[in-house]
């Protein structure tokens, strides 16, 4: 079954810095793409982060390019999103799954509020 864990969310302070971590079960997590999706209130979900089976591509929406660092360790069947300079239009519950997501498959979330 396959399955997604993320943690790490919070509350942080405008400007701050936070990493999530997603832990993948019931596929192998070196055969596929995978990605850090976002739902802001009142919002629709987007992706947000993307990261290549063998790490060689990493890819952002421009709304986080510049300050997002996602990376992977096939080894541990981890994902992992590291975001700074966090404005309020960060704030959204953040999802990992694969790319194109698994749509039968989507984890609760981790919820991330950038307020000061």
């Known amino acids: 079954q396959v399955q997604f864990a993320e943690s790490g969310g919070g509350l942080v302070p405008p400007g701050g810095s936070l990493t999530l971590s997603c832990a993948v079960s019931?596929?192998?997590?070196?055969?596929?793409?995978m990605g850090w999706y976002r739902q802001g209130p009142g919002k629709e979900r987007e992706l947000v982060a993307s990261i290549s089976t063998q790490d060689k591509d990493h890819d952002y929406a421009n709304a986080v390019k510049g300050r997002s660092s996602v990376s992977r360790d096939n080894a541990k069947n981890t994902v992992t999103l590291q975001m700074n300079g966090l404005n309020s239009e960060d704030t959204g519950v953040y999802c990992c799954n694969q790319v194109p997501a698994w749509a039968g498959a989507w984890g609760q979330g981790t919820l991330v509020t950038v307020a000061s």
């Open positions: 019931g596929f192998r997590l070196g055969l596929v793409a």
